[in-house]
């Protein structure tokens, strides 16, 4: 059964530092998402990965694709406020169903 | 198109009672999905369709969970016989399968309380 694991699960950083989430997943992938939720709100796509080596940039945001070694990557850039929010990646196998890692629910204070 | 649909946004019911929630998927999308999520944690995959299709459940949805999408276009998911342990937000998302790389678009969801 696909995994998917992320860390760290609570993030509290400072505004104009730099972090990386990680996103481990257990099997072969053919797609890796990214996905931003606020508080008692849906959830909003970032990225989608297809290929080993993918890497896309929105922002303050980028994200990589390692799949070899089943590893995807979230790096923030100079954080802010307005990036507060829970992370979630979700992994796809086959063209099917998107599993879900448990969140990375950062806060970046000032 | 607004986006993803779903209603109601907000139901509470008794324990016992019936519960159905809608979802309408972004207009040429084919393929729909529900997820579960609860407090803290991330969406759980309940079950998807390709156009009226459902290909795939999950094998924690008992037999009182049941969903349909009978035109290809709406979907319902209905929870039967409902539990203090179904509270949770409920979330429909939508893709359109078959392009490549697109990304699946979520509903505000419908939070269920069941008292």
């Known amino acids: 059964e696909l995994k998917v694991e992320q860390n760290p699960l609570f993030l509290s950083m400072q505004e104009g530092k730099n972090y990386t989430i990680y996103c481990n997943y257990s099997?072969?992938?053919?797609?890796l998402y990214w996905y931003r939720q606020d508080p008692g709100k849906s959830l909003e796509s970032l990225f989608v990965?297809?290929?080993?080596?993918a890497v896309k940039q929105e922002g303050r945001l980028m994200a990589s694709l390692d799949t070899k070694a089943r590893l995807s990557t979230l790096h923030i850039t100079a954080a802010v406020h307005d990036l507060s929010a829970t992370y979630f990646c979700?992994?796809?196998?086959?063209?099917?169903?998107?599993?879900f890692g448990a969140g990375t629910r950062l806060t970046v204070k000032p | 198109d607004t986006g993803v649909s779903q209603d109601p946004r907000h139901k509470i019911t008794k324990r016992g009672q019936n519960v159905t929630f809608r979802c309408d998927p972004i207009?040429?999308?084919?393929?729909l999905y529900w997820y579960r999520q609860t407090l803290g944690q991330g969406p759980e995959f309940l079950t998807y369709?390709?156009?009226?299709?459902?290909?795939?459940k999950s094998r924690l949805l008992s037999d009182r969970f049941s969903a349909e999408r009978p035109k290809g276009s709406f979907s319902t998911l209905e929870i039967q016989r409902t539990e203090q342990g179904d509270s949770a937000m409920y979330l429909c998302?939508?893709?359109?399968f078959g392009t490549g790389g697109t990304e699946a678009f979520f509903g505000q969801g419908t939070r269920l309380t069941v008292v």
């Open positions: 207009s040429e999308h084919n393929r």
């Open positions: 990965l297809l290929s080993n080596g």
């Open positions: 998302a939508s893709s359109l």
């Open positions: 369709f390709q156009n009226e299709a459902q290909l795939e």
């Open positions: 099997t072969t992938s053919d797609r």
């Open positions: 979700a992994v796809s196998y086959n063209n099917n169903d998107m599993r």
